[in-house]
């Protein structure tokens, strides 16, 4: 959610491309699945893909990077279609929805953040946050204009990290459109400047080069188990309220897939009930609604929602009006 680093995956997609003979296929007889996705699940994609391979014999072949990076790769992959799977955040799964083809993977009836059409499903679900170093005590969205943060806030920048995107929602959802756009004007006095990664901001957060960040419940909690260093917070309003939305994790089946039928074997696995138990493994919510995930670290993400709200976007309206959002968020922080 977070890095979208073009150089990263164009050296990763050329790798696979070489290793595949520049078509997608593999070397062991077509049995491999080219997964695009966005970054914050790789620990839990090696186990998953590892049990994968070992039922089917089939191999995951993953490039991962940014959710709007991920996404623009399909787009301009369409005349030679590379990947077999997508899995990436909204708006921008919404916004390639149309070259995603229909499949509802075995289980996914059960999931509730879908695509009308069956285009995509949620195959996890997460939600955003903001990270801060002991050191700081900021609570509130009043607290990250402090002068006493000048150049130790970041938030990943929104059009290019799906993260960096809802921090722009949330704040219209707390301020309205034009309060969140002056907020954000004036938080740029603060800001250490862009950024399309929000997964390296938190080991900035960490060693206090930075002491807020954005980030998501996910990939945060995951990182405070590995290394720790930082704790997740939700900026409350004037009126003490904090809240946040879902950024579920969403897969979906690339429209003339090289390896579609590998590829719906995947999908199938990935909502298995099995599957969608491991969810908290890497610290998530199962897409699934009648599966329900349990153990410490299902316990760790209930206390860290503890007393937020829950709301929802229209993610149809937010993608109808995302570029001339997009546009006036960078007219207000000046870039």
């Keep these: ?59 995951v072949q993953a490039v991962t990077a940014g959710s709007g990076e991920v996404a623009s790769r399909v787009e301009k992959e369409q005349a030679n279609t590379q990947a077999d799977v997508l899995v990436t955040l909204p708006p921008f799964v919404q916004r390639v929805a149309g070259l995603l ?9 059960k999931v509730s953040e879908k695509d009308a059409q069956g285009r995509y499903f949620a195959v996890m679900d997460n939600y955003l946050s903001f990270i801060r170093n002991p050191q700081s005590t900021a609570k509130t969205w009043d607290d990250l204009l402090d002068p006493k943060l000048k150049g130790k806030v970041q938030y990943s920048t929104p059009g290019e990290a799906g993260d960096g995107t809802a921090v722009l929602l949330q704040l219209q959802h ?8 002056d907020y ?7 800001n250490a400047g862009p950024s399309s990664s929000t997964g390296k901001l938190q080991p900035k957060v960490a060693k206090g080069e930075l002491l807020v960040a954005n980030g998501d419940v996910q990939m945060n909690l995951a990182e405070i188990a590995k290394s720790g260093g930082f704790d997740v917070f939700f900026p409350a309003d004037a009126q003490g309220r904090r809240s946040t939305f879902a950024l579920p994790y969403y897969a979906g089946l690339v429209a003339n897939a090289p390896h579609a039928g ?52 229209d993610w149809s309206a937010v993608l109808a009006r995302l570029d001339a959002d997009l546009a006036a968020y960078k007219k207000a922080v000046g870039r």
Excluded at 5 to 34: E, N, P, W
Excluded at 174 to 181: H, I, T
Excluded at 283 to 309: C, F, N, Q, S, W
């Design 174 to 181: 707390v301020l309205g459109e034009q309060g969140a756009l």
């Design 1 to 59: 959610m977070k890095k979208t680093l073009a150089a990263v995956l164009a050296v990763a997609l050329t790798a696979l491309l070489a290793a595949c003979g520049g078509t997608g296929a593999a070397s062991s007889g077509g049995k491999t699945v080219t997964v695009y996705t966005v970054d914050g699940l790789e620990d839990w994609y090696t186990a998953r893909f590892a049990e994968f391979k070992q039922q089917t014999g089939i191999t």
């Design 262 to 313: 590998e590829a719906k074997k995947l999908l199938d696995f990935l909502f298995s009930p099995e599957v969608q138990a491991k969810a908290a493994d890497a610290y998530g919510i199962p897409g699934r609604a009648d599966v329900t995930a349990a153990g410490p670290h299902a316990a760790k993400i209930k206390a860290a929602l503890d007393g937020v709200e829950i709301w929802h976007p």
């Design 101 to 109: 083809q229909p499949y509802t993977p075995t289980g996914a009836d």
């Design 184 to 190: 954000l004007g004036r938080l740029e006095a603060n």
